[in-house]
């Protein structure tokens, strides 16, 4: 699937934050330098990431890209565990309204009867 620059634009309009590594794998690059600050540092020739220092790019990247996917991966572990909380609650609702529905109808006998 070919992307036009306009549907590029229209896309990080509607979706902004982090670019997909596996699509877009040069945005990713740009973004992670400039989310975690990578930076030659002249007086020491070598490059910083998050106070750290490091000879290489790759290296300082490589730290950076390990860093995004910690948080990656507590986001996704919060979202799962919302998720998991949502269908608790459901489950609960569900049962909750069963027994008000089953109270309804044994009132419904009594009264009639």
């Known amino acids: 699937m070919v992307v036009t620059p306009e549907q590029k634009k229209l896309l990080k309009e509607k979706f902004p934050g982090r670019p997909n590594q596996y699509f877009s794998p040069d945005e990713y690059k740009i973004w ?5 600050e990578i930076k030659k540092h002249e007086l020491f020739g ?5 106070d750290k220092l490091f ?3 790759d290296e300082a990247m490589s730290y950076a890209e390990d860093l995004d996917y910690e948080i990656q991966r507590e986001e996704r572990r919060q979202w799962e565990k919302e998720k998991l909380n949502t269908e608790i609650r459901m489950e609960k609702m569900k049962w909750w309204v069963g027994v008000i529905l089953l109270t309804f109808v044994v009132m419904l006998i009594f009264y009639k009867t």
Not at 32 to 36: E, S, V
Not at 46 to 50: E, F, I, P, R, V
């Open 55 to 57: 000879d290489t790019l």
């Open 32 to 36: 992670l330098a400039d989310h975690y």
């Open 46 to 50: 070598k490059y910083q990431c998050n």
